[in-house]
């Protein structure tokens, strides 16, 4: 919801905005210090093929860079997924309740669309998804941390369904969240280079980096091929120029990232046990969020948060009213939210 509106409706000027899973941290200093550099021309445009970010990226994951296509955020490198493989009546395989583009690109190229709903106690349900993916999908698209639940694959459940993946199926796994991922999480991009699959890992720099208005995003793909396919799927000067200084800045500053990733984790559990303690039933997270049961529909409890000047995330995926997203904030934008909880719980 844009600042404003919350703020015409509630009343209030100091809106906490816990819907998107922004970086209450903002950005590395050290981003600033180079988007006020004489290197950003504005006038000039961007490096089309993003050469200096795809190489920087290389070194990180240590691999070519020509396997690497950096997108306009990485939803930008879903469509252009979406269009480069899937044809009218393909069939993708995703889960529920789901990141709206992993159904929404491969609907617009006219795929049909298989969702897999999460488990009783919010979590993959790995036997159903095995199936799906047995049968042969042209895409299937997996968050892991999951976007909106929370939990992430670990490893003996990742390789289950990279088993079960067969030839002309593309196994694309989205790690938005993965640098939120607890200790010993696994790497899509470490697990998979290996696999024998046809296979992308999405990441971003719009959550733990702190990038979110610059929008850069990537994708690490299993062949030179795939990316040139993939590439010539997208816009042209599709990331700007600020967004790709700002990009490589961030990488340079990987300290900075870790130092506020771990400060989420932290305030995620702390939140979570707050949460569970107000009788809501709190799925695992292993993101900068948390999804929960509002035991009641939850566009309810979200227009009274608003009221308060707390904007949230009431959740509308056909069967899943009754949940709601919050980002961890920063520790006082936290203690307002299960302070209006508490005061709304007890009318």
């Given amino acids: 919801m844009n600042i404003a509106v919350a703020r015409t409706l509630s009343g209030r000027q100091d809106i906490v905005r816990l819907a998107s899973n922004e970086n209450p941290d903002g950005c590395s200093p050290?981003?600033?210090?180079?988007?006020?550099?004489?290197?950003?021309?504005?006038?000039?445009?961007?490096?089309?093929?993003?050469?200096?970010?795809r190489a920087a990226l290389g070194e990180k994951a240590a691999i070519d860079p020509g396997l690497i296509v950096v997108g306009n955020g990485s939803e930008e490198m879903i469509a252009a997924?979406?269009?480069?493989v899937l044809s009218p009546?393909?069939?993708?395989?995703?889960?529920?309740?789901?990141?709206?583009?992993?159904?929404?690109?491969?609907?617009?190229?006219?795929?049909?669309?298989?969702?897999i709903p999460m488990t009783a106690e919010m979590g993959f349900d790995l036997p159903a998804l095995e199936t799906a993916i047995a049968a042969q999908p042209k895409i299937v698209f997996i968050s892991s941390p999951w976007n909106p639940v929370g939990p992430g694959l670990d490893h003996a459940a990742l390789q289950r369904l990279i088993a079960a993946v067969r030839p002309g199926t593309l196994f694309v796994l989205d790690e938005a969240y993965f640098e939120f991922s607890d200790p010993g999480a696994p790497d899509g991009i470490e697990v998979l280079r290996d696999s024998g699959i046809d296979y992308v890992v999405l990441r971003t720099f719009s959550k733990a980096y702190g990038l979110a208005a610059l929008r850069v995003g990537y994708?690490?793909?299993?062949?030179?091929?795939?990316?040139?396919?993939?590439?010539?799927?997208?816009?042209?000067?599709?990331?700007?120029?600020?967004?790709?200084?700002?990009?490589?800045?961030?990488?340079?500053d990987e300290g900075w990232m870790r130092a506020s990733?771990?400060?989420?984790?932290?305030?995620?559990?702390?939140?979570?046990?707050?949460?569970?303690?107000?009788?809501?039933?709190?799925?695992?997270?292993?993101?900068n969020f948390l999804f929960f049961d509002c035991n009641g529909d939850s566009g309810r409890?979200?227009?009274?948060?608003l009221g308060q000047g707390i904007i949230v995330k009431a959740w509308r995926e056909s069967g899943y009213e009754r949940?709601?997203?919050?980002t961890i904030g920063s520790p006082a934008d936290n203690d307002r939210l299960i302070a209006a909880l508490q005061g709304l719980a007890g009318q």
């Fill in 219 to 252: 994708a690490l793909c299993s062949t030179i091929e795939l990316a040139a396919v993939i590439a010539a799927a997208k816009t042209p000067f599709n990331v700007n120029g600020a967004a790709q200084i700002a990009a490589i800045a961030a990488l340079a």
């Fill in 81 to 84: 997924i979406s269009r480069a």
């Fill in 89 to 115: 009546g393909a069939y993708v395989v995703t889960t529920v309740p789901s990141f709206g583009l992993h159904e929404i690109e491969p609907l617009a190229v006219g795929a049909k669309v298989a969702k």
């Fill in 301 to 305: 409890l979200a227009a009274s948060l």
């Fill in 30 to 53: 050290t981003v600033m210090k180079a988007l006020a550099s004489p290197s950003f021309e504005p006038w000039r445009y961007a490096d089309p093929a993003c050469t200096a970010l």
């Fill in 323 to 326: 949940y709601m997203r919050v």
């Fill in 261 to 287: 990733a771990s400060r989420a984790r932290a305030e995620r559990e702390r939140v979570a046990a707050a949460l569970a303690g107000l009788g809501f039933r709190v799925a695992p997270s292993q993101t």
